[in-house]
């Protein structure tokens, strides 16, 4: 890996770190998928095991020896990815952080799989319809890691689990749980919805309505194939995926609160419903 110290920031190479957007970096030139990045040794460990290859790597000085092992690991996955060493001065410069927990990193984004092959062994996914806030997408992939869902679906409108918010609130876990994008702009629901019927899962839609069955219901619990169905902050799920689903299902609550935020609710939906229940 080339250790280029900074006398300036005038390479044309680290306009990854300043001056591309998420969605800039997403249909980066002369990157097949594009990029994206991350950010602290976590989230970067975390992309080296999901086998994703380094394009590049950023890191202020005084990080450089707690960052040495992961250097070194990432070295041997690309030995070409330049890295870049900058003073705190120039990381801020460049970056406008003015406190850094680590390195970046750029990466090469992976094709996304089809469907059918990501969901082929799964017996409980989550489907993200439509949310766009990056905190929201990384919290509900760390519970989705930890509480046993072995593939997440993202509707065409819903953010990119790779943009750097969200895989930085994630912890790295959007590299660990599978998942890839389901239906057209449109109305993913028209296709996704029996689509996942098709390959073996009850779709349980997670909406407040007359007929929703409270998460604890025995039926959910006995599912062999369930794909949970979570909506957009503001307005939930649309009313025609809801239509669509086997269920409806709501989580009871107490002191007149009607719902919780989406990042929460899959938690609890997740816990709740998972394959391997503890009973500790």
Known sequence: MPRIVLE?????????YSSCTDAQLRDFPDVEQGLFIGESRKVIDRALDAGLVPYSLFVEERWLDQSEELLQRMGRTNPDAPLFIATHDQMQALTGYEITRGPLAAFERPKLPTVEDLVRDARRI????????????GAAFRSAAALGIDAVLVSPSCHDPFYRRAAR??????????????????DWAHEGVPLLKSLGF???????????????????????????????????????????????VKIP???????LNVAAASAVAF????VNHRED
């Open 169 to 186: 609130v994630s912890m790295g876990t959007v590299f660990q749980v599978p998942w890839t994008r389901i239906g057209s702009v449109r």
């Open 271 to 274: 816990w709740e419903l998972r």
């Open 253 to 259: 609550m107490d002191h007149g609160v009607d719902s």
């Open 126 to 137: 989550a489907v993200l319809e439509d949310i766009t806030n990056y905190t929201n997408i």
């Open 8 to 16: 300036n920031l005038c390479d044309s190479r680290l306009k990854v």
């Open 202 to 248: 009850v779709t349980a839609a997670l909406a407040l309505s007359d007929n929703s069955i409270p998460l604890q219901d025995k039926r959910l619990r006995a599912c062999d194939k369930l794909a949970l169905i979570l909506g957009t902050e503001g307005d939930g799920l649309s009313e025609n995926t809801i239509a669509q689903c086997d269920y409806t």
